[in-house]
């Protein structure tokens, strides 16, 4: 097995492992598996009775709830009291931020929204854009530019990153999210950003201490000037590295870079023609780890309460 290899399974740790495990069990909004709940929290919920039904089969948000808002008002509730409580280390990244909870795939409706730091306790489906910033170098070919993040974020502080990312928000689109993204990570100006080009995406299941990664990121690549250099406007960015493709590609292996950004500067390497099969023994399996089915990972078929219990329709 290749060094890359197993990169690549070490990021889909949950995908290859945990998923089959059966610990963790479906998360049930309106019917639909929307997520996955390890242990270690259905526990928890136990406590909220009249907002999780927690069974030995899943987890059910209460379906008594009318609507949206007051399925996210309830959630949120709980969320906040966790959150008082420091009942998981992923709350203390609360960020007053909120991902849309999703039906089944991408385009379903929406059911209730959560602050970011939490949908990872329930294995909810995460959407992400991300933007390879590269220059093309008379003499050291593509080389790319990463970002080292801030000591202060809540995750993964001082690690190497891609030049530009972040999770796709309540209200905002992936190409609005790009731009808004490149602005304040790198203060990319926009007559620069007419260069972007879209390039697909990239999926992976990742599991940590935090909780579960089930994660989309919409991928974009950004030709940029020689004369160019990043800088960041958020505070979230201590500084800014322009590498040569093959030094990039050896710092995805250190403990130095994070983890979950590793398949989108895999993908454009291998895009660019900078991976290929012909250097790659187990290319095959890596384009795989790549993408990941985590559109129907989730049974679609809604779930029913019949005689008191929870049965798959």
Known sequence: ?????????????????????????PFIVEGYQVGLVRPDVMKMLTQYPEVFTVTSGCVELNPAFRDYEERTTRVDEVLRQLRSEQAFIALKGWRDECYEIRATEFS???????????????GVRNYGVDINGYVKHPTLGICIWLQQRSPTKQTWPDKWDNMVGGGLSVGLGILETAH??????????????????SAGSVSFYFESERGLFPNTEFVFDLELPLDFTPSNADGEVQKFELLPAAKCYERMFTSDFKTTSVPVVLDFMIRHGLI???????????LELLHVPLQTV??????????????EK
């Open 276 to 286: 290929t099969a012909e250097t790659e023994p187990n290319f095959p399996e890596i």
């Open 180 to 197: 808004k993204e490149a602005m304040e990570e790198a203060s990319v100006p926009p007559q620069l950003m007419e260069n972007l080009t």
């Open 1 to 25: 097995m290749s060094r890359l290899l197993k990169l690549a399974q070490k990021f889909n740790c949950f995908y290859l492992s945990g998923l089959t495990s059966g610990e963790c069990k």
């Open 108 to 122: 379903s409706k929406n059911l209730l929204k959560m602050d970011r730091s939490a949908t990872c306790l329930f």
């Open 298 to 311: 989730y049974k679609k078929h809604r779930f029913v309460k019949e005689n008191g219990q929870i049965n």
